[in-house]
């Protein structure tokens, strides 16, 4: 896999590696209605690309693994005692980090957060937050094996999943 930044020409192949995401994350467990789609909204993937802060991952000239790190984050992120003292400036929130089933378990998703952490570095971030719900275990742990700290349980409300749902905040001191 070869992981770089999305282009606007391939903008419609990032919406539509997503839309299928979402259709796979309806079936889970942890989504009590199923997902409703949508996530990331055109408008964000948009507008990642063109401030450079959508990442891909290739692999047979297809996109099959991505995620988006900007400074964006919900109201909730604001109530909770961080790690570190940080203007939103100075930290990089994780978005939306995926990776196609079919290419499932073969470290894809460690090599995005890998590649996202050296990402933060290089802009010398003080951190990576994120928000992961509550009971989708797998990215948790994979999240906690790179160092990153479990630091509060927040309700956030997301229209791809249309209720307010329990988020874990994990944060990345860099």
């Known amino acids: 896999m070869i992981i770089r930044e999305g282009n606007i020409a391939e903008k419609n192949e990032i919406m539509t590696f997503y839309d299928k995401m979402c259709k796979i994350l309806d079936n889970s467990s942890f989504l009590p209605d199923g ?3 949508g996530f990331p909204p055109k408008e ?10 959508l990442f891909v991952g290739i692999k047979n000239d297809c996109v099959m693994a991505a995620y988006i790190m900007d400074h964006l984050c919900d109201s909730a992120y604001d109530k909770v005692k961080w ?11 994780l978005h939306a980090l995926r990776v196609s089933p079919e290419y499932g378990g073969r470290g894809y998703a460690k090599k995005l957060v890998e590649h ?7 802009n010398k ?10 009971g989708n275990d797998v990215p948790q742990k994979m999240y906690m094996s790179y160092g990153f700290k ?14 307010e749902m329990n988020f874990l905040l994990f944060e990345l001191l860099l």
């Open 150 to 163: 479990y630091i509060d349980t927040v309700g956030i409300f997301y229209e791809d999943i249309g209720t």
């Open 44 to 53: 964000m993937i948009v507008e990642a690309i063109k401030n450079k802060e």
């Open 116 to 122: 996202a952490i050296q990402i933060a570095k290089q």
């Open 35 to 37: 997902n409703k789609g």
């Open 125 to 134: 971030q003080k951190a990576i937050r994120l928000d992961c719900i509550e």
């Open 83 to 93: 790690q570190i003292d940080a203007d939103k400036i100075e930290v990089f929130i």
